[in-house]
């Protein structure tokens, strides 16, 4: 049976019949196991703590890890990789040894100009382990080129720990305003970076006053004399952007701009501060704690202050388009009144009331021409039907000679003789005029004598 020790995370021990505790070791423990499969069957598979890769680079990773502290390391580099996503990889070796390192991309924009291969260095870091290939490496914090100097691990030390307390965090940073009213400088007033300031802002916004915060630069009590400028531009808050400049120098002379009581004011200041020391490769906590980092006094002046020619280039630029557009609005403008003007025209009551009249004359000359026509294909017609009307009528059979008879008194038809009888009245039906007339004798259609009525039986 095994088990995992707490407190400083020791590799658990292991404990097999009666064997004193012992640190636990791969080899001899698997050749133990092996032995208690093959002579105890009670103690075989059961009884195994049987470890995967990953488990085992985990606790190898928590004891190296647990074990030792950040410590410093000398040697160096080789087979040094910059890929893509920004951090950097890279070997630290001796005459006999050599131990891969990793510098996270977090850390590795603070060291610009370390590491190189063929490099000597000095890198402070926690041992560890990547699991994924289970290779022994450095996690590195920090690196300087061996034999920089006590200044430069102070300087180092500084700026770690002013970054963990998140005074160089960029949600601390304050955006410069487009058009100050007034210009802050906290420099010394005979340095070379005040006459280099002055003929910027000159050049670019003569207009903007300058209000200069004097202190002097290096030297004992200049740190805490800038601080105490930026603690007066703070108080006062008569400038709506500072700028905290020198010219270039040494390590030891841009010392003041490495303490951290200048870092501390920079960051309690609610105004917008620019910070323009030495040259581009000089790099202070003051830069770091800034709204904004220039690379030289004159670059802080440009990046405070308006270009008065390019605002009157973009003004002119401005007012150019503005009178591009207010032009083409009045053409588009002119053009739509002179479509109202003739929808308007078109739209006249008088207008109107001619096209109706046009209209309703045209409308009653085509209405009498149908009735016209109407009437005549009416009457034609009328005089047609008329025609067959009058050839099917019984007085058109009367006209050809016949007659239509009828007995008296009832008037219904005659069609058959002997339908009548001698001494009826009928009633004859000519053309023109009637006849009375009485029955004096019949011929029925079958040739039988007729009857006389006063006669029959």
């Known amino acids: 049976?095994?088990?995992?020790?707490?407190?400083?995370?020791?590799?658990?021990?292991?404990?097999?019949?009666?064997?004193?505790?012992?640190?636990?070791?791969?080899?001899?423990?698997?050749?133990?196991?092996?032995?208690?499969?093959?002579?105890?069957?009670?103690?075989?598979?059961?009884?195994?703590?049987?470890?995967?890769?990953?488990?085992?680079?985990?606790?190898?990773r928590a004891l190296l890890e647990g074990e030792f502290p950040a410590l410093w390391v000398e040697g160096e580099v080789s087979n040094l990789s910059r890929p893509s996503s920004g951090h950097l990889y890279f070997s630290l070796k001796d005459a006999q040894a050599q131990i891969r390192c990793a510098l996270f991309q977090n850390r590795a924009f603070l060291f610009r100009d370390c590491p190189r291969n063929g490099q000597h260095v000095l890198v402070r870091g926690r041992v560890s382990l990547y699991e994924p290939r289970g290779d022994f490496q450095i996690i590195v914090e920090y690196i300087e080129e061996a034999g920089a100097g006590a200044l430069r691990r102070a300087y180092d030390e500084l700026r770690l720990k002013l970054e963990r307390e998140g005074l160089f965090a960029p949600e601390r940073k304050r955006p410069l305003p487009r058009f100050p009213h007034r210009i802050g400088i906290i420099t010394s007033p005979t340095g070379a970076a005040i006459r280099d300031v002055l003929i910027t802002l000159r050049r670019r916004c003569p207009g903007v006053p300058v209000l200069l915060y004097p202190a002097p630069v290096q030297g004992d009590g200049a740190a805490e004399r800038i601080a105490s400028m930026i603690r007066l531009a703070t108080?006062?808050?008569?400038?709506?952007?500072?700028?905290?400049?020198?010219?270039?120098?040494?390590?030891?002379?841009?010392?003041?701009?490495?303490?951290?009581?200048?870092?501390?004011?920079?960051?309690?200041?609610?105004?917008?501060?620019?910070?323009?020391?030495?040259h581009e490769t000089d790099i202070t906590i003051a830069d770091f704690a800034a709204d904004l980092r220039a690379a030289t006094p004159t670059a802080a002046a440009e990046l405070a202050s308006p270009d008065r020619l390019e605002w009157l280039r973009r003004v002119r630029l401005l007012a150019e388009r503005l009178d591009g557009a207010l032009q083409r609005r009045l053409a588009e403008q002119r053009l739509r009144l002179a479509e109202l003007t003739r929808r308007l025209d078109r739209a006249?009551?008088?207008?109107?009331?001619?096209?109706?009249?046009?209209?309703?004359?045209?409308?009653?000359?085509?209405?009498?021409?149908?009735?016209?026509?109407?009437?005549?294909?009416?009457?034609?017609?009328?005089?047609?039907?008329?025609?067959?009307?009058?050839?099917?009528?019984?007085?058109a059979t009367l006209d050809r000679g016949y007659a239509i008879v009828r007995r008296l008194p009832g008037g219904e038809i005659l069609r058959r003789a002997d339908a009548v009888h001698i001494g009826d009245v009928v009633e004859v039906l000519l053309s023109r005029g009637r006849l009375y007339c009485r029955i004096t004798a019949t011929e029925p259609a079958n040739g039988a004598p007729a009857v006389d009525r006063d006669q029959a039986p």
């Open 348 to 395: 006249q009551p008088r207008h109107r009331l001619r096209d109706r009249a046009q209209r309703l004359d045209d409308l009653d000359q085509r209405l009498r021409t149908a009735m016209r026509q109407r009437l005549e294909t009416t009457a034609q017609r009328l005089r047609g039907l008329s025609g067959h009307l009058h050839a099917l009528s019984p007085l």
């Open 235 to 278: 108080e006062r808050r008569d400038c709506d952007v500072v700028l905290v400049v020198r010219g270039g120098g040494s390590l030891e002379d841009l010392q003041a701009f490495n303490a951290e009581v200048v870092a501390r004011a920079i960051g309690a200041c609610p105004i917008p501060l620019v910070t323009g020391i030495g």
């Open 1 to 60: 049976m095994s088990r995992r020790a707490t407190g400083k995370r020791k590799i658990g021990w292991i404990y097999n019949h009666g064997v004193r505790p012992s640190v636990y070791n791969p080899v001899r423990s698997v050749s133990h196991e092996i032995n208690l499969t093959m002579t105890d069957p009670a103690m075989a598979r059961p009884s195994r703590d049987i470890y995967t890769v990953s488990r085992l680079n985990q606790d190898v």
